[in-house]
T-cell receptor, first 115, second 113 residues
C-alpha cells in the first residue's frame, strides 16, 4: 500500500540554523509529492510540490525540496530558519493512475524555532 | 473568492448520536476528500470521492459515512459506531489532475461529551 514516512517527529532549532526534514514514500510508480505546512491555528498551506522535471523544487518562504528517486525520498530544506517557521510540516504523496488519486500524508514533523 | 467551507467550526456530540459535518466547495473541483487529524498521527484519509455519486473508503472509514450527490458538496456523517470520534476533521478538494495541489478547508473540531 502507498505510504509516506516522516522520521523526525519533533525538531527544535535556533534561529538561523539550517533545516532538513526527512520524507520517504513507498509507492513504486510515478508519484506526485507535496510538502504542506500548518501554522498554529491555521489552514494547511502548500509549501511546494513535485510532479516531474527538475528534482530540486523551490517553494514559498525560502523552502526547497529534492526528489531522489533512487532513495524514494523528498526531503525539505531551508538554509536559515526563522522563529516564524514554527509550525507542523507534512509530507504527502499521490500515485498517478490517470486520474486524481488519493493524497496520503506522513505523520508530520513539529518544528519549534527559538530566537 | 473560491475555496472550501466547512461547518460548523466546533461541534459537540453526545455519545450514541450521529452528527454530520458539512463541506462545500466553489472551486469546481471534481475530487473531494475527508481527513481526520490527531496529534502525532498526521492526517488520515477517511473517504474520498473523485466524481459525483461515487466515493471510496480511505484508511479509516469504519464508523463514518459520506454522500456525493452534488459536485460542490461532500458531507461526512460520524456515526455512533465510531469508537473514538473526538478529533479535528479536514475536508479537501482538487481538480481532475491534482496538478494544482489540494485545497483544504479550515476544519471542524468534533468533541464527544
Amino acid at each position: 500500500a502507498q505510504s509516506v514516512s516522516q522520521h523526525n517527529h519533533h525538531v527544535i532549532l535556533s534561529e538561523a540554523a539550517s533545516l532538513e526534514l526527512g520524507c520517504n514514500y513507498s509507492y513504486g510508480g510515478t508519484v506526485n509529492l507535496f510538502w504542506y505546512v500548518q501554522y498554529p491555528g491555521q489552514h494547511l498551506q502548500l509549501l511546494l510540490k513535485y510532479f516531474s522535471g527538475d528534482p530540486l523544487v523551490k517553494g514559498i518562504k525560502g523552502f526547497e525540496a529534492e526528489f531522489i528517486k533512487s532513495k524514494f525520498s523528498f526531503n525539505l530544506r531551508k538554509p536559515s530558519v526563522q522563529w516564524s517557521d514554527t509550525a507542523e510540516y507534512f509530507c504527502a504523496s499521490t500515485g498517478v493512475l490517470g486520474y486524481t488519486d488519493k493524497l496520503i500524508f506522513g505523520t508530520g514533523t513539529r518544528l519549534q524555532v527559538f530566537p | 473568492d473560491g475555496g472550501i467551507t466547512q461547518s460548523p467550526k466546533y461541534l459537540f456530540r453526545k455519545e450514541g448520536q450521529n452528527v454530520t459535518l458539512s463541506c462545500e466547495q466553489n472551486l469546481n473541483h471534481d475530487a473531494m476528500y475527508w481527513y481526520r487529524q490527531d496529534p502525532g498521527q498526521g492526517l488520515r484519509l477517511i473517504y474520498y470521492s473523485q466524481i459525483v455519486n461515487d466515493f471510496q473508503k480511505g484508511d479509516i472509514a469504519e464508523g463514518y459515512s459520506v454522500s456525493r450527490e452534488k459536485k460542490e458538496s461532500f458531507p461526512l456523517t460520524v456515526t455512533s459506531a465510531q469508537k473514538n470520534p473526538t478529533a479535528f476533521y479536514l475536508c479537501a478538494s482538487t481538480d481532475r489532475t491534482g496538478s494544482y495541489g489540494y485545497t483544504f478547508g479550515s476544519g471542524t473540531r468534533l468533541t464527544v461529551v
